[in-house]
């Protein structure tokens, strides 16, 4: 199976911390994003919140297209949303080119996800801390990434839950290097280290970044960490 240009150069970068855009300052959204340009992001992660699946609401296509307007980087589009069948298409036409669906949503993935694949979308589950893996082993073959969550969806700035640890470490026995393992919720460079040991290859990473001053310094530091860290072979 090829894979996008944008996966490519991912699989080639891991690992990867990428800043999530809720906990930057929306009054600077186009300042913001050319801070952590400049700081070295490589992919920016944007999370969709409909009040219904989260108890929470963030902002929808609109703020992703012009997202998109402002940057050369991928973005990676989390949908924490009831439904997301009704709007991946939207979300792709937007500037998504990684998508990324909760198993909790969708009765029957396999349909959602094999539309997901032929709109050269890179396809992602994403499941709870509560849900078990199990949930999602009869899907991961078109899966491009999987996201563990390491709180439970709908804030920024939770505390890590260490349950994603062993569901990254499981992943790494089934599934192949082809798949990127993804950790969102909590990480910090406290964190990041046990998330590397336990096989993630991209890093989510909102409150902890959009706190400091100096973002540059944050994600090498970040990097740093997780590449020293990492448990995968290089
Ligand atoms: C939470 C979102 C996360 C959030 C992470 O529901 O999916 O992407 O922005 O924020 P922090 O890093 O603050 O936990
Ligand atoms: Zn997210």
């Known amino acids: 199976m090829s894979i996008s240009p944008v996966l490519a150069e991912l699989h080639a970068s891991v690992p990867v911390v990428e800043p999530s855009l809720l906990a930057c300052d929306f009054a600077q959204l186009g300042q913001e994003i050319r801070r952590v340009e400049q700081a070295g992001a490589r992919m920016l992660h944007l999370d969709i919140m409909d009040g219904h699946f989260v108890p929470n609401l963030s902002f929808g296509v609109p703020v992703v297209e012009a997202v998109h307007r402002s940057t050369h980087l991928p973005l990676d589009v989390h949908l924490m949303i009831s439904e997301p069948a009704r709007y991946v ?22 349909p959602l996800l094999h539309q997901m694949r032929r709109m050269g979308v890179g396809v992602g589950i994403s499941l709870n801390p509560p849900t078990p893996l199990s949930q999602i082993e009869g899907c991961l073959d078109l899966c491009d990434h999987v996201l563990v969550m390491s709180v439970m969806p709908g804030f920024g700035g939770q505390e890590f839950e260490p349950v994603a640890l062993d569901k990254l470490r499981r992943l790494q026995t089934m599934v192949g290097p082809e ?25 989510v990473v909102g409150s902890a970044l959009f ?24």
């Open 211 to 234: 706190s400091q001053e100096n973002y540059g310094q944050f994600l090498e530091e970040m990097t740093g960490l997780a590449r020293k860290n990492t448990c995968k072979i290089a």
């Open 89 to 110: 298409d939207t979300f792709r036409e937007a500037g998504a080119d990684l998508l990324t669906v909760h198993i909790e949503t969708l009765p029957d993935p396999r």
């Open 179 to 203: 798949v990127l393992l993804q950790v969102d919720g909590g990480v910090n460079l406290e964190t990041v280290r046990q998330c590397a040991l336990a096989g993630a290859d991209l890093f």
